[in-house]
Structure formats: structure tokens, C-alpha cells
């Protein structure tokens, strides 16, 4: 299975689209060579996603030089490496490869290692799943496509924020090349630790001859809280992987309070300085001991990607707020009446995704994105709708495709099956990656009115409140106030694509859908 680009493309650029590709790494004069999806710097360009929902894009550059392929397997959340088999040694190592953390998404610039799926020694069979990687996106179970042996685990189980690029694995061709490869071998993946551990010197005093030979494997979340409270980490207990200093080990000495007297051990307090009383009274009441009693909340990579893209659409795109209400009951007596007279239940939510898809098609000025390269709007001529899907490590937003074109009850299908496969982490790459326009809703909680963040390149959000009973000012044919069911709408846009024109059209149409639920049969 290939992953498609996005239709709402340029025609030259789809033409170019193909399935990933991830180039290794290429080696510095006199070092060790790399093979496998390693992607650095220098070749970001190939990969780097063009504006609009496209996936990914190769250079023909890249096709002449790319010993390694990366692409789906046929079961969703797998990915397969695809190496090609030379195999090289250096520095009087024996014939081996350096496997560096691939790019399993367009927009990945680091991942977590979840899982370690092989150990080492273990035989490595075609198919066979490496590692479980946490991306941006989701968690991706990483398969290979090469057959050797796990020589060496350069990057440990629970490892965090691991760059694109790093070495993480060492395979050789041999079971007897195994015991060949040194323990203390970093194959440069020990280099960002490195250099932690340089800054950390010049501003923590350690002293070498208490430095321990186990403690040369610290996380650098480990790091930054050593650093913080001045610790010393030869006197930690380690529980890591092979003695590598976690967090959580920090956390557990501070608040046990080791690791606060091994630190007054170590440096002597300075003798105060002479202060008047008054001035030792006020810094007394201006500052406190930091508490104990605080709890880390460790954010996942998915929640990181999230913090970060949505603070850049709020400082680059220019949102447009407009908002409306609609009146619900003919949308609530047309899906009680699928479910009485035809059998067929669908939610409020379902029938809005329908409804939006056909104000889209009506209004091809609102489905469309920003192209920061031409600097203009550029319409896509489908309809993939987004919606936002909570799970336990972020949210989510799936893509329902052709929304537009597809019944509703095929959309409450849809959305039922790939809601249960987000939350189970096991979203396919192209079951997430593009759409031309979101929607999030929050009515099932007590929330009538909200403002969502416009999701770039997407040139708009529908954020949608609960329904409410209010009694409509006009008058039936009783003369008597009707009470209604009433439900807003917020839509925020790129208001370099929508102006106040657009987003009353795309308004008109959308509130015709409510009033009229006929017309989402036509």
C-alpha cells in the first residue's frame, strides 16, 4: 500500500508525489558510514512539505541516491525499512549498519522510542517489527525488510525527543559479528549527550573522581533536573535500561531527600552577606522553598507537536472569527426518523459533517489553503473533512474523504471506526495527514460557544456548541412563542483566503443544510 498525495494539489506537484522516501545520512570524511532511514539536515529539503495538505514530496535528486525506503505496510501503523543489503565495516569493526531514526511523518523532527520490540542478539527475520516509535502523529510499530542481527541498541526503551537523523540501532550480517561490536561503540549516537554534558560542566562543578562509569548513560530530562538542583549524579540509583538515569530517578531521590544532602555534601554554602534586617524580612516574605508536593506532567510528543503548531497558527495566519446560530429540530426529527422508520443510527455529529461537506462543495472559495510559495489561495477539488478526536496522548483529527460525496450513514461509519482506531493509537499515516477543513465539537459537554485554532495549512475550523431550548421571538401560526432548539456555530478562518463575503456565503449555505435537511440527500 503506497500513501497517496493529496488532490488538492498543483498538478505539477502531484505529478512529482510519490510514496516516502527517507535518504541516509551521508557520512563526514573518516567517519563511520550510515545506511538506513537516516534523515539530517542537509537533506531536509528533499523531504520538507510543500504548502497545502500534501504528504510528502521526492526529489529526483533523491530517487539516483536512496538506498533506503521507507513506506507503509499493508496493516495501518506499521512501518517497513527497506535497506539495501551492503553491508560495510570500519574502523576494524566487522560488516554492519547504523539505523538512525526515520522521519515517519512529513512533519517529524523527532520521535520517542516506546518499545523495544527486538533485543540484542535477537535474529532480525524480514517483516520482523524493531521498535514501536512515537511520532507526531501517532505511535508506528517500525518493521524491517533486511534480514541480520541486533548488534546494538544505541538508543534505550522510554528514550524521549530522540532527533531525526540519530542513530538508534546497529544490525550486523553474522551471529559471530555480534561479540565484535564494542559496548562502548557510540556510532555518533551518544553525541547529543555529549554535548548536554559539556554545557552542564561549565556551569555544575563535578568532580571526576567521583564520576562512575555507570552513570555515562543520563536522559537529558534527567539531565536538566541535575543540573537544576545541583546533584551529583554518581550517588543516584539508576533504573534504566542498561544503568541509564531516568527522571523519574531524580524525582525519587529528590523527594526522598537524598539527593538534597548528597548535594549540600558536595558544596559548602557561602557565608551570607550582611543584610539590614528589614531587607532580610522582605526577601523572607517574597520567596519560599520550592514544594515538594508538585507533580511533573510529562507532556507525549503528539501533545508537543500540538503546543507548537498551534501557537504558530495564531502568531502566522490572521484568524477571522464569525459565528451563528442555527435552529436543531429539523435536523433531531430527520435523525430520529432514520432511526425509527430505517434502523439506521447516526449522531448530531455526523449529520454536521454532511452538512458542512455540501456548504464546502457549494462554496469552493472556504475549501482551499494558503500557498506561502506563490503567496495566493489555491481551491482543492475535494472535500476531506477533520475532526477532532480526544485520546489519552492528544488529539487527534482523522480525515474523513469525498465527505461530500458520501451518504450519511457511511459517514457515521467512518468516523466511528477511525475515532476507535485514534484512541487506540493506530491511525494510518494517510487516515490523518491532509484535509481541507476541521471541525470540533464540543457538544456533548455543557459548552455553548467557543472559538477553535485553524489548523494550517486548512483554511478554516467549525467549532460547534451544544444545542440549547430558547423560545424564538417569532411567532407560530398560533401567535404563541415556540421554543426551539438552538445550537452555534463558530467558524474561524485565514482571513488571507475567507473575507466577510465568503464566510457568509459558506454561512448561507450552511444554514439552508439545517433548515432544509432535505438537500442532504440530493
Not at 59 to 80: C, E, I, K, Q
Not at 137 to 152: P, V
Not at 157 to 172: A, L
Request: hydrophobic share 40%; net charge neutral; proline share 7%.
Amino acid at each position: 500500500m503506497l500513501l497517496r498525495t493529496r488532490r488538492c494539489l498543483p498538478a505539477a506537484l502531484s505529478r512529482a508525489a510519490v510514496h516516502p522516501r527517507v535518504s541516509p545520512a551521508l557520512p563526514s570524511p573518516g567517519a563511520p558510514r550510515q545506511h538506513g532511514p537516516v534523515a539530517v539536515a542537509n537533506q531536509r529539503s528533499a523531504l520538507e512539505p510543500r504548502s497545502g495538505p500534501i504528504d510528502w514530496v521526492r526529489s529526483s535528486t533523491m530517487a539516483r541516491a536512496n538506498p533506503a525506503t521507507l513506506f507503509p505496510a499493508s496493516t495501518g501503523g506499521h512501518y517497513r525499512v527497506g535497506m539495501q543489503a551492503r553491508w560495510f565495516s570500519s574502523a576494524g569493526l566487522p560488516p554492519h549498519m547504523v539505523i538512525g531514526m526515520p522521519a515517519l511523518s512529513p512533519t517529524m523532527n523527532q520521535g520517542n522510542i516506546t518499545k523495544w520490540r527486538k533485543q540484542e542478539g535477537d535474529k532480525i527475520e524480514v517483516g520482523d517489527v524493531i521498535c514501536e516509535i512515537e511520532t507526531d502523529k501517532a505511535t508506528l510499530e517500525f518493521e524491517t525488510l533486511e534480514e541480520g542481527y541486533l548488534a546494538k541498541i544505541l538508543v534505550p526503551e522510554g528514550s524521549k525527543d530522540v532527533q531525526v537523523g540519530q542513530p538508534i540501532y546497529v544490525t550486523v550480517e553474522e551471529s559471530d559479528d555480534i561479540e565484535k561490536i564494542p559496548a562502548d561503540t557510540s556510532f555518533g549516537g551518544d553525541h547529543k549527550e555529549d554535548e548536554s554534558s559539556g554545557s552542564a560542566a561549565q556551569t555544575v562543578e563535578v568532580d571526576a573522581a567521583e564520576q562512575s562509569p555507570v552513570m555515562s548513560r543520563i536522559s537529558p530530562a534527567a539531565k536538566m533536573l541535575i543540573k537544576e538542583h545541583g546533584l551529583n549524579a554518581s550517588l543516584l540509583k539508576a533504573s534504566g535500561p542498561r544503568g541509564t538515569l531516568l527522571k523519574g530517578d531524580v524525582l525519587a531521590a529528590l523527594k526522598s531527600g537524598t539527593a538534597l544532602s548528597s548535594a549540600k555534601e558536595k558544596t559548602a554554602p557561602a557565608a551570607p552577606s550582611p543584610q539590614p534586617a528589614r531587607d532580610s524580612q522582605v526577601h523572607s516574605q517574597t520567596t519560599s522553598p520550592k514544594s515538594d508536593t508538585f507533580e511533573d506532567i510529562t507532556n507525549t510528543q503528539i501533545r508537543k507537536v500540538i503546543a507548537k503548531r498551534l501557537l504558530e497558527s495564531k502568531q502566522t495566519t490572521p484568524h477571522l472569527y464569525l459565528s451563528k446560530d442555527v435552529i436543531l429540530d429539523p435536523l433531531l426529527a430527520f435523525r430520529n426518523e432514520l432511526k425509527e422508520q430505517h434502523g439506521v443510527k447516526v449522531s448530531v455529529n455526523d449529520i454536521v459533517i454532511k452538512a458542512v461537506a455540501l456548504a464546502l462543495r457549494n462554496v469552493p472559495e472556504a475549501n482551499a489553503y494558503w500557498d506561502n510559495l506563490k503567496e495566493e489561495a489555491q481551491k482543492c477539488d475535494s472535500v476531506d473533512i477533520s475532526i477532532a478526536v480526544a485520546t489519552e496522548k492528544g488529539l487527534m483529527t482523522p480525515i474523513i474523504r469525498n465527505a461530500d460525496q458520501k451518504t450519511i450513514s457511511a459517514i457515521s461509519s467512518e468516523v466511528k471506526q477511525l475515532a476507535e482506531k485514534a484512541r487506540a493509537g493506530k491511525l494510518a499515516p494517510n487516515e490523518f495527514q491532509g484535509g481541507t477543513f476541521s471541525i470540533s465539537n464540543l457538544g456533548m459537554y455543557p459548552v455553548d460557544h467557543f472559538c477553535a485554532i485553524i489548523n494550517p495549512p486548512q483554511a478554516g475550523i467549525l467549532a460547534v456548541g451544544r444545542g440549547n431550548k430558547v423560545v424564538e421571538p417569532v411567532m407560530d401560526n398560533d401567535e404563541k412563542a415556540a421554543v426551539v432548539t438552538k445550537m452555534m456555530l463558530t467558524l474561524s478562518a485565514d482571513h488571507r483566503i475567507f473575507d466577510g463575503q465568503v464566510g457568509g456565503k459558506f454561512f448561507t449555505e450552511l444554514a439552508l443544510n439545517f433548515s432544509d435537511i432535505r438537500r442532504l440527500l440530493l
